[in-house]
């Protein structure tokens, strides 16, 4: 076996197609040896997996290999993943992301306590606890996780701020499904009316004053943070104090004459369309933006994804920093919301478009967030 991998290893870098190493992998996991696959994948990264710029053979087979393990049933499976990742030389932050979404949408909870009692870093179970809430599992009740799960140890890690349990709000998330070949996701973007009721122009817009701080532009953009860093995405975030209570007639008209960037050019002779929509629609919005990324980025995945929703929730509601979950959401619901749409020259109008307000319960705070990327 050692020959066969070393073989491979040499092979790689003068491949012009990986197909045929992906074959050998997939037949000796079908022979049910799971460790020839995480062998050859720990050679692979401790070969090329240190380079600043791994070769694209690597990349390639390094992947199928990890979905090989991490995507096929049975715990003999959950286990050679985990020890393929957690290799000193495969192992980094964004693996133990990746390889946490892949195991919670491939595995049953029972299949997954491997991760808890044996080889896997303290970031991958964080990742993979809220992986886990994310598809609904009791994570607090289940044999094999519930001990690390509810430990104070990890109370100070980012993740730790989130509950345990998914909340109203979080009602429906857009998670991916993953195969060895690929993986496919919703984008519930954009604010086409889908039975919602679409709030007309009024003609009052009191007078308003922007407010807006980079530490709270910064909060409100969370979510969508990844398609500027990551993709090609343009983000406007921005604050505004209004003089008097803002009714709901007048929020369309509102959002026209704050002098956003992204509404240049909206009005009469262009479509311009607002929505009430529900906090649950304004997170899911924020949540697929957040895991999934944007044009050319694969996003931040489930844990960190919820993480980045919330925070951006928080931000658009007004909540300080440092409040718990609970209290968040109680102001969240508090908010009326809306999903805002134009064809300006700012939004790209290809996938990726995201526009939301939330005006706070006296009507006197007005919250903007809008995204958009390309490919």
């Excluded at 290799?87 to 919670?104: E, F, I």
């Excluded at 343009?234 to 104090?241: C, D, L, M, P, Y």
Aim: hydrophobic share 45%; net charge negative; glycine share 8%.
């Amino acid at each position: 076996m050692a020959d066969r991998i070393q073989k491979i290893v040499t092979e790689l870098p003068d491949l012009k197609s990986v197909t045929d190493v992906w074959k050998v992998a997939d037949r000796r996991l079908a022979q049910g040896d799971a460790a020839f696959v995480a062998d050859l994948g720990i050679a692979l990264a401790g070969a090329y997996g240190s380079e600043p710029r791994p070769i694209w053979q690597y990349g390639s087979v390094f992947d199928h290999l990890l979905r090989l393990l991490a995507t096929n049933p049975g715990s003999g499976n959950v286990r050679q993943a985990l020890r393929l990742v957690s290799s000193t030389q495969a192992a980094h932050r964004k693996l133990d992301h990746y390889t946490a979404s892949l195991l919670a949408s491939s595995h049953p909870a029972e299949e997954l306590t491997e991760a808890f009692t044996g080889n896997a870093s303290e970031e991958l179970r964080a990742c993979l606890v809220h992986e886990l809430v994310l598809r609904g599992v009791a994570v607090t009740e289940t044999p094999g996780i519930a001990g690390w799960a509810a430990s104070p140890h990890w109370r100070h890690h980012p993740l730790g701020w989130l509950p345990m349990a998914l909340s109203d709000v979080e009602g429906q998330s857009d998670l991916p499904s993953y195969s060895i070949r690929g993986s496919s996701h919703s984008m519930p973007y954009g604010s086409s009316e889908n039975g919602r009721v679409v709030v007309e122009r009024g003609a009052y817009v009191p007078p308003a004053e922007e407010t807006t701080s980079p530490a709270v532009a910064k909060g409100i953009s969370a979510a969508v943070a990844n398609w500027a860093e990551e993709s090609n995405g343009r983000i406007e975030a921005r604050v505004f104090g209004l003089a008097v209570p803002l009714d709901i007639e007048s929020v369309p008209s509102a959002l026209l004459a704050l002098g956003l960037e992204c509404l240049k050019g909206a009005g009469r002779k262009t479509t311009f369309s607002v929505v009430a929509c529900p906090p649950d629609q304004a997170w899911r919005v924020l949540f697929a933006a957040a895991s999934s990324g944007g044009a050319y980025n694969s996003g931040a995945r489930g844990a960190y994804g919820r993480l980045a929703a919330w925070q951006s929730l928080a931000g658009l509601a007004g909540v300080v920093e440092g409040a718990s979950v609970e209290a968040v959401e109680a102001r969240v619901r508090e908010c009326a919301w809306y999903a805002f749409d134009a064809e300006t020259k700012w939004f790209e109008r290809v996938a990726w478009d995201i526009g939301l307000a939330s005006a706070s319960p006296e009507g006197r705070r007005l919250a903007v967030l809008a995204a958009t990327d390309t490919d």
